[in-house]
């Protein structure tokens, strides 16, 4: 992939988690559930691989935040995700491997480092596995639409050159 092309890829998918996370939301325990991010963490992991996947959750979660519509927790829950979605379909090539991946980077890793940065950065007084219940459901419920995604892009047919 030439880096116009990628560019442009990773500018389109910038754009879809940023608005996308204010369109598809819903209640998940305590916080709110944003699967549009971890969705785009899947979706760039298999298509463009680990670090761009990573600088599109870095620019998602940088935008949200700058736009008042995001938070600190928007960067671990959506940067290590893609890390080890990326990682993880690398490794395997498949694209259940991508969808593990991103639950346990979100779900699980992310959701234990938002402790401290909520106690530190935040004012919060979060207990170690206060943020676990709402990112699980967040990256599975995510990841999963990602997985359907990637399988509905794959099917279609590629333009034709001009």
Known sequence: ?????????MSVFVAIGTIGSQL???PAGIAKAYPVQHAINVIAAIMLGPGPAVAIAFMIGLLRNMLGIGSLLAFPG???GALLAGYFYQRVRK???AVLGEIIGSGIFASLL????ANILMGSSAGV????????????TGGLIG???VDRINQLKPLPQI
């Open 147 to 149: 997985w359907l995604l």
């Open 129 to 140: 596995l206060f943020f676990l219940p709402s990112f699980a459901v967040s990256s599975i």
């Open 24 to 26: 598809l939301w819903f």
């Open 95 to 97: 694209k259940g491997a």
């Open 78 to 80: 959506g940067m290590i």
């Open 114 to 117: 938002s402790v401290p940065i």
């Open 1 to 9: 992939m030439n880096r116009t092309l990628l560019l442009t890829t």
